[in-house]
T-cell receptor
Framework: EPEVTQTPSHQVTQMGQEVILRCVPI?????FYWYRQILGQKVEFLVS????????KSEIFDDQFSVERPDGSNFTLKIRSTKLEDSAMYFC?????????????FGSGTRLTVV | AQSVSQHNHHVILSEAASLELGCNYS??????LFWYVQYPGQHLQLLLK??????LVKGIKGFEAEFIKSKFSFNLRKPSVQWSDTAEYFC????????????FGTGTQLKVEL
């Protein structure tokens, strides 16, 4: 069964550093998403991406965050200057069409720890 | 804005017991509903989804859920749980007015004891 692959599985970074979280969505999927889950809290939507641009973003997704699909296979989330409160599990997801109509396939997540 | 609430945060059951996890959503329009499961150390996996049609939806691993529109509910059920069902269960919704994003509930941690 096709999978969404995320790397690394765990990343530790110092406050103020830039991090890039990487995702390889399923190859024929067209919609891509990032979600995060702070420990003990619910999974929260960050951003959706379609046709090489952001289609929707939450209020969490401020100027510190950016997404990119640099080479047609990877989908990255960059946090420019990490804060302690960015510590969370970050999930990438993809769907072949609008997720609400097709469902979403999630990756295993990257646990980001900001120290 | 759409929201999802899951009533039980932690559930402990013995093997062979029946399971029902509550999920209610708030949104007045057309919704698509999902249950995801997250086994320890693994990714979110889709258990089942409801888009339209028969409100009783059957998913993988013997799970089912019933969409009751009048109650804004989508409860997850399994007649007889197994130890391997120990996991966290998330209810989620998308809506016609909510774009493509999934709104998740807080999750229910299920522990099945032998």
């Amino acid at each position: 069964e096709p999978e969404v692959t995320q790397t690394p599985s765990h990343q530790v970074t110092q406050m103020g550093q830039e991090v890039i979280l990487r995702c390889v969505p399923i190859s024929n999927h067209l919609y891509f998403y990032w979600y995060r889950q702070i420990l003990g809290q619910k999974v929260e939507f960050l951003v959706s991406f379609y046709n090489n641009e952001i289609s929707e973003k939450s209020e969490i997704f401020d100027d510190q965050f950016s997404v990119e699909r640099p080479d047609g296979s990877n989908f990255t989330l960059k946090i420019r200057s990490t804060k302690l409160e960015d510590s969370a599990m970050y999930f990438c997801a993809s769907s072949p069409g609008p997720g609400g109509n097709y469902g979403y396939t999630f990756g295993s997540g990257t646990r980001l720890t900001v120290v | 804005a759409q929201s999802v609430s899951q009533h039980n945060h932690h559930v402990i059951l013995s093997e062979a017991a029946s399971l029902e996890l509550g999920c209610n959503y708030s949104y007045g329009g057309t919704v698509n509903l999902f249950w995801y499961v997250q086994y320890p150390g693994q990714h979110l996996q889709l258990l089942l989804k409801y888009f339209s049609g028969d409100p009783l939806v059957k998913g993988i691993k013997g799970f089912e859920a019933e969409f009751i529109k009048s109650k804004f509910s989508f409860n997850l059920r399994k007649p007889s749980v197994q130890w391997s069902d120990t996991a966290e269960y998330f209810c989620a919704v998308t809506s016609t007015g909510g774009g493509n994003k999934l709104t998740f509930g807080t999750g229910t941690q299920l522990k099945v004891e032998l």
